[in-house]
C-alpha cells in the first residue's frame, strides 16, 4: 500500500476533518492510519506496530478482516435487520464491527468500551462514526465495564480485546465468562475473537472455558487454521440457544478470500475436552491441558 508519512508523533491538526496519514500519540502508545492503495476510502489502523482494523468511508457493510465478517455472518444468522439490538464491544480499535452494527440493524443500540481515551477521540474525529445512542463509545477496562452493568441488559457481547498478540488474560476466564453470561438476556449471544498459534492449545482453553458456561457453542475458522497449519484467528461462540442454525450460515462462510468452516456444539466440545478451563488463579501459561 502506498502511504503519506507525516511526522512521527504527529496530532490532528483539525477536528472533524477525517483521516489523515501518519502516526499519533495514544494513551497506551501508538496509532498510524494508512491510506488502502486499493480503494480510495479505505484505512487501515495500525496499534503498536500491529493490524487492527480497516475501515471503508463510504460503506460501513464492507468488513476487510475476515473474522471481522465470520463475526458478523454469526450474528446475522440468528437475527433480523429488524431487532432492536442491544450491543457491547469490547475493544473498540477504528469501530468496524460496530459501525456495520449499525448499519445492518438500524434500530440497534450499541456501546463499545475502549481502554484507550485518546484512541477513542482519534477514532470519532477519523471515520465519523454514529452518534449515541446509535454507538456510544465508553473509556475503560473491559472487564470492569462489562462487570458494572445490569444482569440480562445485553443481547450480544463481542470480545475483541488485543495487547500486542495476546487477549489479556483476565478476559478470558470461566470468572469473566460468567459475568458477561450475567449481562446477556437468556438467549443471548458471547462471541470472542481468539488468536492462537498452530498448537491451537490458547483456543481449546477458551473453548472449554465458553462451553462450561453456555448450553451451545459454535467455532468460525478457515480450515488450515483449525487444522494447526497456520496462526491467526478463531471464533467462538456461546450461547444458551443454538447457533449457527440457518442454512444460509454456511454458505455466507465460503464466500471472501479465506471461505472458512463452522462447527457445531458437539465439535467443540470435542475439540476443548482435553483442555482445562482458564481461571483467575491459574495463569495461560499454567493452563496446561489433560494428558
Known amino acids: ?13 483539525v477536528a472533524g476533518v477525517g483521516p489523515a496519514a501518519g502516526t499519533y500519540r495514544t494513551d497506551t502508545g501508538t ?4 491510506p488502502d492503495g486499493e480503494n480510495p476510502n479505505g484505512w487501515l489502523l495500525m496499534l503498536n506496530g500491529v493490524q487492527s482494523s480497516h475501515v471503508d468511508l463510504a460503506d460501513p457493510l464492507r468488513l ?5 465478517r465470520w463475526i458478523m455472518a454469526l450474528v446475522q444468522d440468528r437475527w433480523p435487520a429488524a431487532e432492536k439490538l442491544r450491543t457491547l464491544s469490547l475493544g473498540g480499535a477504528a469501530c468496524a464491527m460496530p459501525r456495520y452494527l ?9 456501546v463499545v468500551v475502549e481502554i ?11 471515520f465519523d462514526l454514529p452518534r449515541a445512542p446509535l454507538l456510544k463509545i465508553r473509556v475503560g477496562e473491559a472487564r470492569q465495564v462489562t462487570e458494572t452493568l445490569s444482569e440480562s441488559s ?9 495487547a500486542g498478540a495476546v487477549t489479556p488474560h483476565a478476559l478470558t476466564t470461566a470468572e469473566f ?22 498448537a491451537l492449545a490458547t483456543a481449546r482453553r477458551e473453548a472449554a472455558t465458553i462451553a462450561a458456561a453456555f448450553t451451545h457453542t459454535a ?29 444460509g450460515l454456511p454458505r455466507a462462510l465460503l464466500g471472501g478470500a479465506m471461505p472458512a468452516q463452522l462447527w457445531n456444539d458437539a465439535r467443540v466440545r470435542q475439540f476443548g475436552q482435553s483442555a482445562l478451563p482458564l481461571t483467575d488463579t491459574v495463569p495461560h501459561s499454567d493452563a496446561a491441558p489433560h494428558p
Open 1 to 13: 500500500m502506498g502511504r503519506r508519512r507525516t511526522p512521527k508523533n504527529a496530532e490532528p491538526a
Open 102 to 110: 449499525v448499519a445492518a440493524f438500524p434500530h440497534s443500540r450499541n
Open 64 to 68: 476487510d478482516f475476515e473474522y471481522m
Open 219 to 247: 467455532i468460525i475458522a478457515d480450515p488450515p487454521m483449525l487444522k494447526g497449519r497456520r496462526s491467526g484467528n478463531i471464533i467462538i461462540a456461546g450461547s444458551d440457544a443454538p447457533l449457527g442454525t440457518g442454512a
Open 116 to 126: 484507550d481515551g485518546k484512541l477513542a477521540a482519534y477514532v470519532r474525529d477519523w
Open 31 to 34: 496509532a498510524e492510519l494508512i
Open 154 to 162: 445485553r443481547d450480544l457481547i463481542i470480545r475483541d480485546v488485543f
Open 177 to 198: 465468562t460468567a459475568a458477561a453470561r450475567k449481562v446477556l438476556v437468556p438467549d443471548g449471544v458471547y462471541v470472542v475473537n481468539c488468536g492462537d498459534s498452530p
